[in-house]
């Protein structure tokens, strides 16, 4: 019985952060709150993130292990980004939801996010930043065994990536310049900012290309020794 009552609540966590959650504190956070308070919203989107990563493990080991994963993966991300005009963070988040699950893409997304703005700027885009390298993480998971097996399936998926992080971000656009939502401005920001789009889905792709298959063969070794 207990063990069914924790599945209930891994699962529910397991949705409810990424659909729920972190969605309604960067909208919120966007709506009803001033700039003063957006380093707190996203703090709080990370604790979500990090009781996301927890719910998915019951083993206190394995969960630690891969923690440790998530933490390089996280910090590589985070000095890729100091690549000019390409940023590697979809294609790490991507790369670790395939092999360490939803649970970890959605973390080493966030985090990503959350860190290497303390250096490229906080702000209240920080937390849509999270939720869309967040959720491209988790969906990598979800989809891991398909992507794993077929490179050029995977590079559609980043290319993809790229888009969806685009419409995520000009949710923020709109929300920032208008106060509200606007489907008409919605879609003229999305036109606006379709060379940002493409550079984001062939930078997606040319680094997936370039760090799929050896980041891939150091993951499943490390899950074959350890167990993960």
């Not at 972190?22 to 966007?30: I, T, W």
């Not at 709506?31 to 996301?52: C, I, K, P």
């Not at 390298?133 to 097996?149: D, E, S, T, Y």
């Amino acid at each position: 019985m207990l063990m069914i009552k924790n599945e209930r609540i891994s699962s529910a966590v397991r949705y409810s952060v990424p659909f729920v959650i972190v969605p309604v504190l960067a909208v919120s956070g966007a709506l009803m709150l001033d700039s003063s308070w957006h380093l707190l919203v996203s703090v709080a989107a990370a604790a979500a993130a990090l009781l996301l990563f927890a719910a998915g493990f019951d083993k206190k080991k394995i969960g630690t292990r891969r923690m440790v994963i998530c933490s390089v993966m996280t910090a590589l991300a985070f000095a890729g980004r100091f690549i000019p005009f390409l940023n590697p963070i979809t294609a790490m988040a991507v790369i670790t939801g395939i092999y360490m699950g939803s649970e970890a893409g959605f973390l080493v997304g966030s985090m990503s996010a959350l860190l290497s703005n303390f250096y490229f700027g906080q702000g209240p885009w920080t937390v849509f930043q999270m939720l869309a390298w967040g959720l491209i993480g988790f969906f990598a998971g979800v989809l891991a065994r398909p992507l794993k097996a077929n490179m050029p399936l995977l590079l559609i998926y980043g290319a993809l990536c790229g888009v969806a992080y685009s419409f995520i971000m000009d949710i923020w656009t709109v929300l920032w310049y208008n106060k509200g939502f606007s489907w008409g401005l919605y879609f003229s920001a999305l036109a606006t900012a379709v060379p940002y789009t493409l550079s984001y889905a062939v930078s997606n792709v040319l680094f997936l290309l370039l760090l799929f298959k050896p980041f891939g063969v150091k993951l499943e070794r490390v899950r074959t020794k350890y167990g993960i």
